[in-house]
């Protein structure tokens, strides 16, 4: 199957392509310096690309980057799929398209509303958010106004080796790292018991790929695992792969008064479209991230 990826050189779209090479795809790459808001440039790229898959991850993607240039953000996230549906649907046979959005639409959820489903209101906080929201609006036009065969995704936390310490668990794991380092055995910390749905990055390459082959046209998927781990669970388990226990230490001023305590998400859609089941255990990915951080691949190597 020849596959077209965006975001290929991200994070998450280097595990995509390696993924869908392994399932003997074919993957076309965009060139880096296309912009893919330039509609003009981006169309005579794509009118002569005959794919069956268009992935869809090419995004601004950080949360707090977010707030301090929101027009940015909706620029660039909402008019680049806007554009690439535009130009896909063009095409003489337009291909499946599958637009990863983000968990973050969802926003502030109660409680009493766990685990999240796909019908739940969107409300997202966050300029980011908002933008994702609206992407998966331009998304859907496709599959709306053009026939063309659309499946969003909404992805929950996802970790693994080659993430940014940008994020939680690399940054986490890189500071238990120092700490063991320089002997350090206290860590300042802010809200520990709040609780999130993580994935290994690998296992959400494999839903996408299952739901662009197996995803109803106009569909929305949360791709997760519907449980839950703290961030005092997490650094349990990074201290104690690292074999070096430390000393959490509160700082109040890293606690957010708003912090939502609880995020998890509802697999069951996802699941009984692709009978998807996650391969990867926690520790196992929390492993490969300490290993890839030391760059030996040697948990135990001393101080």
């Known amino acids: 199957m020849r596959v077209l990826v965006t975001g290929s050189h991200g994070f998450v779209g280097r595990w995509l ?16 310096d296309l912009n893919l808001c330039d509609r003009d440039s981006l169309e005579q790229v794509l009118s002569v690309i005959e794919v069956e898959v268009c992935y ?7 949360v707090g980057a977010s707030w301090s240039d929101p027009a940015l953000y909706y620029h660039n996230n909402v008019v680049s799929t806007a554009n690439l549906v535009s130009g896909l649907a063009k095409l003489p046979r337009p291909p499946r398209f599958l637009c990863v959005s983000s968990s ?22 966050s300029p980011y958010a908002a933008s994702k929201a609206a992407s998966e609006i331009a998304a859907l036009q496709g599959w709306h106004g053009h026939g063309m065969p659309v499946i969003v995704v909404r ?15 690399p940054a986490l794991a890189a500071r238990l790292i120092e ?6 055995v206290g860590l300042t910390v802010g809200n520990v018991a709040a609780r999130r749905d993580f994935m290994d990055v690998r296992d959400v390459v494999r839903a996408y790929r299952l ?18 781990v ?13 074999d070096y226990p430390v000393e959490l230490e509160v700082d109040p001023q890293l606690l957010r008064p708003n912090d939502v305590e609880l995020v998890v998400g509802d697999p069951r859609r996802m699941q009984a479209a692709t009978g998807f089941q996650p391969q990867l255990s926690l520790r196992q990915t929390l492993e490969d991230v300490v290993q890839d951080l030391l760059g030996d691949g040697q948990l135990h190597s001393g101080d």
Do not use: W
């Open 17 to 32: 392509c390696r993924h869908l090479r392994d399932e003997g795809d074919e993957v076309v790459e965009l060139r880096q």
């Open 56 to 62: 869809h991850l090419a995004a601004l993607s950080h």
């Open 104 to 125: 973050e639409v969802y926003g502030r959820v109660d409680p009493s509303r766990l685990p999240i489903i796909e019908s739940q209101q969107l409300r997202p906080v």
């Open 155 to 169: 992805p929950f936390n996802h970790t693994g080796p080659g993430q940014s310490s940008d994020y939680l668990v």
């Open 179 to 184: 700490a063991r380092a320089k002997h350090r």
């Open 211 to 228: 739901l662009a082959l197996h995803g109803e046209a106009g569909g929305v998927y949360n791709v997760c695992s519907g449980g839950a």
């Open 230 to 242: 703290s961030v005092d669970d997490l650094i349990v388990m990074l201290a104690d792969l690292l």
